[in-house]
Nanobody, 130 residues
Framework: VQLVESGGGTVEIGGSLRLSCVAS????????IVWFRQAPGKGREGVSC????????YYSHRVEGRFAVTIDNNKRSAYLQMNDLQRDDTAVYTC????????????????????????WGLGTQVTVST
């Protein structure tokens, strides 16, 4: 059971990147995928969640309107399209999988507990430069 991220890199302010999260050892039957990020010296932050059965997506307020998460159950892959990147978006981005739907809120955000997740990727670095 494994998740592998790819697609990170260095981009200028205002640029875009598309991250991928590919699963092996399990299928997206009834799961949700959360994208996290951790900037240097800061705690881990959940930025987006997507439910595999419905493709319902949720976002943190810091990325809403700029990031878009999608899922392809047949390819066992989730994607994070990041647009209008800012310096504060510089971080290591990691995906994690949990059983069931996202814990969404009426406002469009989501919550989670670290104990929800049964597997994590190793992460991919995103650097936004001036």
């Amino acid at each position: 059971v494994q998740l592998v991220e790819s697609g990170g890199g260095t981009v200028e302010i205002g640029g875009s990147l598309r991250l991928s999260c590919v699963a092996s050892g399990f299928t997206f039957d009834n799961h949700h995928i959360v994208w996290f990020r951790q900037a240097p010296g800061k705690g881990r932050e959940g930025v987006s969640c997507i439910t595999s059965m419905t493709s319902r997506a949720y976002y943190s307020h810091r990325v809403e309107g700029r990031f878009a998460v999608t899922i392809d159950n047949n390819k066992r892959s989730a994607y994070l399209q990041m647009n209008d990147l800012q310096r504060d978006d510089t971080a290591v981005y990691t995906c994690a999988a949990a059983v069931g739907p996202c814990h969404g809120t009426p406002g469009g955000s989501f919550y989670y507990s670290d104990t929800d997740f049964f597997t994590w990727g190793l992460g991919t670095q995103v650097t936004v430069s001036t």
